[in-house]
Nanobody
Framework: QVQLVESGGGLVQAGDSLRLSCAASGRTFGYYSMGWFRQAPGREREFVAAITWSGGSTDYADSVKGRFTISRDNAKNTVYLQMNSLKPEDTAVYYC??????????????????WGQGTQVTVSS
């Protein structure tokens, strides 16, 4: 079992930056790929970014590519999402996600086994 707790959300203006964190506990953190999804009001949850357990490979949704960066610190059992040049359309609840197995492609299916409780990001224009 893996427990995930997100933090770092808030209210910012367009063009600002935020860094989200997701702290994991439970089973060995370092062997899981991890990722982020988001869900805006009235919309389906969508994939944002993912990173392998080694940190050597990443994947991003086209809508955030070049603006968001995912990283992880296995010593701290934490994955991060650095969000720059935020836009109003980035407004959503952001969720940390972990699959029990598979490579980064499972985030596109999606096939996720563990979810965090979510953190709200609101970007004003």
């Amino acid at each position: 079992q893996v427990q995930l707790v997100e933090s770092g959300g808030g209210l910012v203006q367009a063009g600002d930056s935020l860094r989200l964190s997701c702290a994991a506990s439970g089973r060995t953190f370092g062997y899981y790929s991890m990722g982020w999804f988001r869900q805006a009001p009235g919309r389906e949850r969508e994939f944002v970014a993912a990173i392998t357990w080694s940190g050597g490979s990443t994947d991003y949704a086209d809508s955030v590519k070049g603006r968001f960066t995912i990283s992880r610190d296995n010593a701290k059992n934490t994955v991060y999402l650095q969000m720059n040049s935020l836009k109003p359309e980035d407004t959503a609840v952001y969720y940390c996600a972990v699959p029990r197995s598979g490579d980064l492609t499972v985030f596109r299916l999606p096939r996720i086994d563990y979810w965090g409780q979510g953190t709200q990001v609101t970007v004003s224009s």
